[in-house]
């Protein structure tokens, strides 16, 4: 009986598994370099950088920026290169709401299947969250925050939901925690955080939805606030010079 895959095609099958491997790492490197803020929104991709950072060829990082365009991480801009979309507050108030349908049903099906386990090292999560907003430390506290969110998103164990959800977190992540820039926000954040793991804790998934769904709408709550009080920064400098030309 003759082998279904010839073996002379063996080799070239694996040389496949290889090259998609090595694009799939490509791609999830230089997402996340772009996710995490280490070039702003707006900005142009740095293709001769980033083609060192990685050690590839402009070939196969122009096959990546194409897969980031088509996720919407990204614009091609004809005969400039490629640059980071830029979240405005109109995306903040379109997206957020949604994010905070979904994280809450992710809090919802997480609690319904976590274990003890689980439960324990949401805790420990949460534990880190206390120690950085306890010395206001942004950086820490927002990365924290992105592990529990993450965690919260994996225990739901819903393939679909899962799909979804990553996907629009992509776009959220682009704030970077912007608003924990708000004077007052990281306590607040970390209150609203007190009252969810109290309610995964307790195992009442549907006081868990409602506070991870409370605890997003804080944030685009916090965020318009920020925009208001950065607009009247502004605003300040602008009335006195007026004010000086005027006298």
């Known amino acids: 009986m003759k082998p279904l895959i010839p073996s002379e095609t063996i080799p070239a099958a694996a040389s496949e598994r290889e090259d998609q491997s090595l694009h799939d790492e490509i791609l999830t490197r230089l997402r996340d370099h772009i996710v995490e803020g280490n070039i702003p929104d707006g900005g142009r991709i740095p293709e001769r950088q980033l083609c060192e950072m990685l050690g590839i060829s402009r070939t196969p990082l122009r096959e990546a920026l194409k897969v980031l365009a088509a996720e919407g991480l990204v614009e091609l801009v004809p005969r400039r290169g490629c640059r980071v979309i830029e979240m405005t507050d109109a995306d903040a108030e379109a997206l957020l709401p949604v994010m905070a ?7 919802y099906e997480a609690v319904c ?3 003890d386990d689980d439960i324990a090292e949401l805790r420990r999560l949460h534990n880190q969250l206390e120690r950085h907003a306890s ?3 942004v950086d820490g506290y927002y990365n ?3 592990a529990f969110h993450s965690r919260v998103q994996a225990l739901a164990d819903n393939r679909w939901l899962d799909r979804v959800t990553g996907d629009l977190r992509k776009f959220v992540r682009l704030w970077r925690g912007r608003q924990l820039a708000l004077p007052g926000r990281i306590d607040a954040s970390i209150n609203e955080h007190r009252v969810l793991i109290d309610a995964i804790e307790q195992r009442d998934a549907v006081r868990a939805e409602r506070a991870m769904h409370d605890h997003l709408m804080a944030q685009l709550a916090a965020l318009k606030a ?3 009080l950065e607009s009247k920064r502004t605003a300040r400098p602008a009335a006195r ?3 000086r030309r005027a006298g």
């Open 101 to 107: 349908l979904l994280e809450g049903r992710c809090a």
């Open 241 to 243: 010079k007026a004010g």
């Open 113 to 115: 299947r976590a274990g």
């Open 135 to 137: 010395t206001q430390h």
């Open 144 to 146: 924290a925050n992105h």
């Open 226 to 228: 920020l925009q208001q």
